[in-house]
């Protein structure tokens, strides 16, 4: 899927949402509980009850490894289910991997050709040549950390430099290179909303992966105002808000509801700037 693919979808179904499959087991349903894999039977109720206001869905690879061969298991069980049912959803996995090398290629092979993901979230902050191997397989994207929510944001990527630049601006400048509008994109806090319009101007035509709307607070509003390109260029995710929205026999109802409340924000969003 190209960046012209994925706007597209976006057109179509009148929303840039991302859901994020951030699947706590402790925080399961009780009534899912005896499946033999409760987190992929979550997940998919989730799925099916959001799939026509998403364009994207983003596991956490977290949740995941935590539970061992359970979890990976209901990864691949999700995976399958979104590819057999969705295939027009764009599917990100949130692994945050960063290496070098023999290592690099293997995680490029295991997240794009044996699971099939179409992104994922990498840290530049090895260089090129741990983000290669990822661009080498076409089709396929990598996310990479640009300027994140977290407090701890401030130690490295907003350090200045010599010349003036922050070092996020100057990973982003230098890393844009590396790919193109069609295979790279960039994580941008929603929490950081103000930093996007100088990201914008270095970067006018990638897309970015936008967390923290919904329980940490980000403005969806000011993320679209100063975040938005004539192609959209934003993915906004939203994980527990969605998600969790209600953990009884109407978790599924509820996070219809307020994924619904996202797309339709967002539809008004995309009408107001004439994208749809």
């Known amino acids: ?38 987190v992929f039977e979550f997940n998919k109720h989730i799925i099916d009850a959001t799939e026509d206001l998403a364009v994207a869905y983003k596991p956490n690879l977290a949740f995941y490894e935590k539970l061992g061969a359970a979890g990976h298991m209901s990864l691949e069980m999700t995976l399958s289910y979104l590819r057999e049912h969705y295939p027009d959803i764009f599917v990100i996995a ?29 840290s530049p902050y090895m260089g090129k040549d741990s983000i290669s191997p990822f661009l080498e397989v076409d089709g396929k994207w990598v996310i990479l ?19 003036g630049k922050l070092l996020y ?21 929603a929490t950081k909303a103000e930093a996007l319009s100088g990201i914008r101007k270095l970067i006018p035509e990638h897309f970015l992966l936008v967390p923290g709307i919904g329980s940490q607070g980000g403005s969806l509003e000011e993320v679209a105002e100063s975040g938005m390109n004539d192609r959209c260029g934003l993915l906004v995710n939203a994980s527990r808000s969605i998600i969790y929205a209600d953990v009884t ?10 994924a619904s409340r996202l797309q339709k924000q967002m539809e008004g969003i995309l009408q107001s700037r004439g994208l749809i």
């Open 1 to 38: 899927m190209n960046a012209e693919e994925l706007f597209r979808n976006i057109q179509r179904k009148k929303s840039f949402l991302c859901v994020g499959l951030d699947t706590d087991f402790k925080k399961i349903p009780k009534l899912l509980l005896d499946s033999e894999y409760p």
């Open 94 to 122: 949130d692994a945050k991997r960063g290496d070098i090398g023999n290592t690099s290629h293997m995680y490029a092979h295991a997240f794009f050709k044996t699971l099939e993901f179409d992104a994922i979230t990498l």
């Open 145 to 163: 950390l640009a300027l994140t929510s977290n407090e701890g944001s401030k130690d490295f990527q907003q350090l200045p430099l010599k010349d």
């Open 169 to 189: 601006e100057q990973v982003i400048t230098t890393s844009a290179g590396w790919g193109t509008v069609n295979n790279i994109m960039y994580v941008v806090g």
């Open 249 to 258: 026999n109407k978790f599924e109802h509820a996070a219809r509801q307020e």
